[in-house]
């Protein structure tokens, strides 16, 4: 059965890797399509990019992992709408590692986010939830 799981927690908590784990599932993530040819000036487009992806790959029947940190409501609103659209099972898989494990594994990466736009995101996930 088709389903699109929707992966929410801080940059590097584990989202990528634990989707690289899984077998017979089509991995949708923003870096990615920003690295193959979409600057930060052409974020609306980049989210345009992300929602035909998984919108092709529910179509076709599989199975669609969203890494992207989903930390706000309108992204879960966004991807469960997507889901109902294509009949698709929707479900959330957290990430609830802490603050500083994610600043200290994402300064192991080579391509690295940075531990301001880290607390960044934490503190903007802090907020949605008050």
């Known amino acids: 059965m088709k389903k699109l799981i929707m992966c929410r927690g801080l940059p590097a908590s584990g989202k990528s890797t634990w989707a690289e784990s899984q077998t017979n599932v089509i991995i949708v993530d923003s870096d990615d399509i920003r690295r193959n040819g979409y600057s930060k000036e052409f974020e609306e487009l980049v989210q345009v990019e992300k929602r035909n992806k998984i919108r092709r790959a529910l179509q076709a029947g ?64 802090s907020l949605q939830q008050e």
């Open 62 to 125: 599989k199975t669609v992992i969203s890494t992207d940190p989903n930390l706000l409501p309108r992204h879960e609103r966004e991807l469960r709408a997507i889901a109902r659209k294509y009949k698709a099972q929707f479900e959330i898989k957290e990430f609830d590692t802490p603050l500083e494990e994610c600043i200290r594994r994402d300064s192991l990466r080579e391509r690295k986010v940075g531990e301001l736009a880290i607390k960044y995101w934490h503190e903007r996930a």
